[in-house]
């Protein structure tokens, strides 16, 4: 079950191969519940940074825009637990995982809610401290990494495990840089997408798209949010993956309680 020592080399390469397997279609489950949480997260930074210092005379339209995206945030979440079910039994089995994704556990389901929303508001909360920027995105990787493990509703328990986990920060830290490079990687790549399509519309179809130019220009507000969203969406699947992994591998060389948890998997089945 675990072809090599702990590294964020190993948990790289396990990762491929669990997405790999578990991409069709639950990758596509994952993208599909996340755009609209990105889109009206957006959105929402968008109007306040647009209405500036009126945005308190405004409290309804972004009390509604908050509310449409506290919604969608729920539904993402469970995008994301259904996601790491699926690469958790392909790295378990080694097979494509079929509907027995969707069988998130009701508990781990509810501690995820509980784990990775308390993430969420301590990211809005620290944020600009900058270094609180990527504590909560390693604290959050844990979140959704050590959701297989809890068989137990509670508070405390699933905050202790991530507690636990959090002891490899070389790995954490590792991996961390890796998937922030992804991401520059992945928003220079749609920015050159977006540049080519418009290269194609304008040099083929004679079409005027003066207008898409100023839309799709780097360096405007909006564009660039969006084009932060979509890096993220991009690389979310792996960034999952390879803290589903690395839970995985922690956990069956510090204790075997996840060895214990697959042979209660296999004897459900």
Avoid at 26 to 42: D, E, G, H, I
Avoid at 242 to 266: D, M, Q, T
Wanted: glycine residues 8%.
């Amino acid at each position: 079950m675990i072809r090599a020592p702990l590294s964020a080399t190993s948990v790289l390469d396990e990762t491929s191969d669990a997405v790999a397997l578990a991409a069709a279609p639950w990758a596509a489950v994952l993208v599909l519940t996340s755009l609209p949480w990105r889109f009206l997260q957006v959105l929402f930074i968008d109007q306040l940074l647009e209405l500036g210092n009126n945005a308190a005379h405004y409290g309804r339209a972004l009390g509604s825009t908050a509310n449409a995206a506290t919604i969608a945030f729920i539904v993402s979440l469970i995008g994301r637990a259904i996601y790491a079910r699926a690469i958790n039994l392909a790295a378990a089995s080694g097979r494509r995982p079929g509907k027995e994704a969707l069988r998130v556990p009701m508990a781990a389901l509810a501690t995820y809610l509980f784990t990775a929303s308390l993430v969420a508001a301590l990211f809005y909360a620290t944020w600009f401290t900058i270094i609180g920027i990527p504590l909560t995105i390693i604290v959050s990787g844990l979140a959704i990494g050590t959701m297989p493990l809890n068989d137990r509703a509670g508070i405390v328990a699933p905050l202790k495990r991530i507690g636990r986990f959090a002891r490899e920060a070389k790995t954490l830290t590792a991996l961390t840089f890796v998937f922030l490079v992804a991401l520059v990687v992945a928003m220079v790549n749609l920015v050159a997408a977006f540049a080519i399509g418009l290269w194609l519309v304008h040099g083929f179809g004679g079409f005027d798209v003066s207008r898409w130019e100023a839309l799709l220009d780097f360096g405007t507000r909006r564009f660039d949010l969006l084009l932060i969203a979509g890096g993220i969406i991009a690389v979310e699947p792996f960034w999952i993956a390879a803290n589903v992994i690395l839970v995985r591998k922690a956990g069956a060389e510090e204790s075997g309680e996840e060895l214990r948890l697959w042979f209660r998997e296999l004897v459900g089945r």
